[in-house]
């Protein structure tokens, strides 16, 4: 019923619908990063039905034998843009789409991808994310929130593959590498390393110019990932949100900040026994208070550490 409206809306006020996909007003335009490697970058802050759902970058390596997608964008329409985008790029079939993690506005964009052929991979981590129920609870609260580009006939795609180990392939003249480097913003979290182009997908273990989604991510490891990817010293670093870097350790620098400054104070509150209420009103957020994406993050983020912090102390 609710898609049926969605159609009925997009057509009332002039948007035209192609085949399944609405028409998007949001500019899906590839970014040339090496002579085969391109991004396409979401809008700063979160999703919203305003920026219809494109808050998160996704990216493509065109090999000579084919195209390698990594993640999806966050709306059905979305993937479908981003699809076009790609084929506007290279005739290449679309062979392959690796997902960094199984967050929605990373993977609601499969359906159109899995369309054109492609392959699905992600780690297996994240089989957890489907069979305990919150697949279907974040759709539909999705379904609220950005409709009508999402809504309850949004497909939630699996994967064709589901991977344990880090793995290397090479497709054309390309070689991949992908390493799991969850748990941290996501247990399944995934980096695709591009040796021969100096390129590292890094998905959301760095959220760069925006405050990060934390909720219930292990900071602490998150925070030990970010050393590990420093340690690889690459070239260009494209990240799940904002700008590519070509300075990942100053641009890690902000995600790595607001990490520590998270646990600190609500370490010191759990360990002080002050309620999350009083210490979070008494917190000092004034260095990120004008960070794009603050106001819808940052509560968030702040209870979820403090109940992290809460266990690791039990922990001790």
């Known amino acids: 019923m609710r898609a049926l409206l969605a159609i009925i809306l997009l057509a009332a006020s002039g948007v035209a619908a192609a085949a399944e996909y609405p028409a998007l007003q949001s500019k899906i335009t ?13 809008a700063p802050g979160v999703a919203s039905a305003a920026n219809e759902g494109f808050n998160s970058n996704a990216g493509f390596v065109v090999t000579g034998a084919g195209v390698v997608v990594i993640d999806a964008l966050g709306t059905p329409a979305l993937g479908n843009a981003l699809r076009l985008a790609i ?49 279907e609870r974040r759709r539909e609260q999705r379904s609220r929130d950005l409709f009508p580009w999402v809504d309850e006939s949004t497909r939630l795609v699996r ?49 760069a110019g925006r405050i990060p989604f934390v909720g219930e991510a292990d900071s602490r490891q998150w925070l030990e990932r ?20 070509r300075d990942p350790a100053r641009d890690l620098a902000l995600t790595r900040d607001y990490l520590l400054h998270l646990r600190a104070t609500m370490g010191k509150a759990v360990e002080d026994f002050v309620p999350f209420e009083e210490a979070y009103a008494k917190a ?9 994406a603050f106001d819808a993050a940052n509560r968030v983020n702040a209870y979820g550490t403090y109940l992290l912090m809460e266990r690791e102390l039990l922990r001790k």
């Open 159 to 207: 994967p064709d593959r589901w991977l344990g180990e880090d793995t290397e392939f090479t497709m054309g003249a390309v070689r991949f590498e992908i390493h799991h480097l969850g748990p941290a913003h996501s247990p399944e979290d995934a980096i695709v390393v591009l040796p021969d182009e100096g390129v590292v997908f890094s998905g959301d273990i760095l959220f």
């Open 284 to 292: 000092d957020w004034s260095r990120f208070a004008n960070v794009p």
């Open 30 to 42: 590839p970014l040339k990063v090496t002579a085969r490697v391109y991004y396409v970058q979401g």
């Open 87 to 135: 084929e506007n790029v290279s005739k290449e079939p679309i062979r392959r789409v690796i997902l960094t993690h199984y967050h929605a506005d990373h993977f609601y964009g499969l359906e159109a991808l899995k369309e054109a052929g492609a392959e699905v991979w992600a780690h297996e981590a994240a089989r957890d994310y489907f069979g305990s129920g919150e697949a």
């Open 226 to 245: 970010i050393d590990v990817l420093l340690k690889m010293r690459p070239r260009v670093m494209i990240p799940g949100h904002g700008d590519l870097s």
